[in-house]
T-cell receptor
Framework: GENVEQHPSTLSVQEGDSAVIKCTYS??????FPWYKQELGKRPQLIID?????GEKKDQRIAVTLNKTAKHFSLHITETQPEDSAVYFC???????????????FGQGTILTVHP | EAQVTQNPRYLITVTGKKLTVTCSQN?????MSWYRQDPGLGLRQIYY???????DKGDVPEGYKVSRKEKRNFPLILESPSPNQTSLYFC???????????FGDGTRLSIL
């Protein structure tokens, strides 16, 4: 089955700096890669996602890049703000015919702290 | 308002006493899923369903059962709960697999 590794487990930055979180996946059949943000005591919420036919996607201060050959994808947050402080999870989901079809496998999470 | 509703939000119970956590969505979503969240382990998928009467095991299905008799409901059943099932549980739904998932508010289970 799919295995998703996420690094770093904690990340501390100053307000205004950039933050990068990286994930690797094992199943080459995976084709959907969402990122979720979870604030303390709250539900996970989707912030951005990317599919395997795209190499990069941006939404204001957030971007995701995907390298299918290397089987890794990354979340980039620019001009970080204190309200970006949260736990971030990457995930991977496969397509029909793959062992991870229907499943959504998450990384272990990154605790991001943005200091004012 | 589009939402995924889980009940109960909190439950403390004892080993071996059967319990059910309900999940309901009002978005007519095909795909529903259950996850457990434990510190350092992220979210791990327990079971998922891609349609009515279609359910499949996720990565950690042992000790759990599910059913999907109606599109909107996807209950999680613990027939004989054990302390290692103490966790925070989330239900989620999406239009289809490979689509953004909407999560419920979570259910914190403590099994003594």
């Amino acid at each position: 089955g799919e295995n998703v590794e996420q690094h770093p487990s904690t990340l501390s930055v100053q307000e205004g700096d950039s933050a990068v979180i990286k994930c690797t996946y094992s199943d080459s059949a995976s084709n959907y890669f969402p990122w979720y943000k979870q604030e303390l005591g709250k539900r996970p919420q989707l912030i951005i996602d990317i599919r395997s036919n795209v190499g990069e996607k941006k939404d204001q201060r957030i971007a995701v890049t995907l390298n299918k050959t290397a089987k890794h994808f990354s979340l980039h947050i620019t001009e970080t703000q204190p309200e970006d402080s949260a736990v971030y999870f990457c995930a991977a989901s496969g397509h029909a015919g793959g062992t991870s079809y229907g499943k959504l496998t998450f990384g272990q999470g990154t605790i991001l702290t943005v200091h004012p | 308002e589009a939402q995924v509703t889980q009940n109960p939000r909190y439950l403390i119970t004892v080993t071996g006493k059967k319990l059910t956590v309900t999940c309901s969505q009002n978005m007519n979503h095909e795909y529903m899923s259950w996850y457990r969240q434990d510190p350092g382990l992220g979210l791990r998928q327990i079971y998922y369903s891609m349609n009515v009467e279609v359910t499949d095991k996720g990565d950690v299905p042992e000790g759990y059962k599910v059913s999907r008799k109606e599109k909107r409901n996807f209950p999680l059943i613990l027939e004989s709960p054990s302390p290692n099932q103490t966790s925070l549980y989330f239900c989620a739904s999406s239009y289809d697999r490979g689509q953004p998932q909407h999560f419920g508010d979570g259910t914190r289970l403590s099994i003594l």
